[in-house]
């Protein structure tokens, strides 16, 4: 069945640092992959989102490329701030079925 | 503004008792979902609805009813025979089931069973 991996956390950084979360996934035919963030006591916004392999979903700073031959949704970020710290799912969807998450990886940022 | 608003948004229980989350949306969504939130666990499925007067069962179903009368309202009931109930639960929704977009949640509903 389809599945998400993801690096598992905590993930400890100092501000300005490079990130890296990696997602990893398995599925039949062609996934839409996506990556939400959630703060403490929140629920679960997207961040960034990719449909079809080769394209790259970005927001705030944050993107990912969709990798078919990797089968690989990697989210990075080229300079961390104190406010990034959150938990991050990486998910994938196909047609008629719900959304299956990775177990998420917490990310904490210390100035 | 559109969008799913969950309450109560904490809740306490005393075991032995069933009790009743609330999700609503305005997003026009045919598709609705309920998801288990543990430390360490990710989400889990509950029970998801695509379409008005049917649901489907998720991974961890047990413990737990739902229905869905009305497209825009998706309650979900944490009965006595859930076994470990206390738990952040989070309702989402999606435009339709062919869609492969992102799902919408709400803001969750943390419940902690005395």
């Known amino acids: 069945g389809n599945s998400v991996t993801q690096m598992e956390g905590p993930v400890t950084l100092s501000e300005e640092a490079f990130l890296t979360i990696n997602c990893t996934y398995t599925?039949?035919?062609?996934?839409?992959l996506f990556w939400y963030v959630q703060y403490p006591g929140e629920g679960l916004q997207l961040l960034l989102k990719?449909?079809?392999?080769?394209d790259k979903g970005s927001n705030k700073g944050f993107e990912a490329t969709y990798r078919k031959e990797t089968t690989s949704f990697h989210l990075e970020k080229g300079s961390v701030q104190v406010s990034d710290s959150a938990v991050y799912f990486c998910?994938?969807?196909?047609?008629?079925?719900?959304?299956?998450f990775g177990k998420g990886t917490t990310l904490s940022v210390s100035s | 503004d559109g969008g799913i608003t969950q309450s109560p948004k904490y809740l306490f229980r005393k075991e032995g008792q069933n009790v009743t989350l609330s999700c609503e949306q305005n997003?026009?969504?045919?598709?609705m979902y309920w998801y288990r939130q543990d430390p360490g666990q990710g989400l889990r499925l509950i029970y998801y609805?695509?379409?008005?007067?049917?649901?489907q069962k998720g991974d961890i179903a047990e413990g737990y009813s739902v229905s869905r009368e009305k497209k825009e309202s998706f309650p979900l009931t944490v009965t006595s025979a859930q076994k470990n109930p206390t738990a952040f639960y989070l309702c989402?929704?999606?435009?339709?089931?062919?869609?492969?977009?992102?799902?919408?949640f709400g803001e969750g509903s943390r419940l902690t069973v005395l």
């Open positions: 989402a929704s999606r435009f339709d089931r062919v869609y492969t977009g992102e799902l919408f």
């Open positions: 599925a039949t035919g062609y996934p839409s």
């Open positions: 990719a449909t079809k392999a080769d």
């Open positions: 998910a994938l969807a196909q047609a008629g079925t719900a959304l299956i």
């Open positions: 997003l026009n969504h045919d598709a």
């Open positions: 609805s695509q379409i008005v007067n049917d649901f």
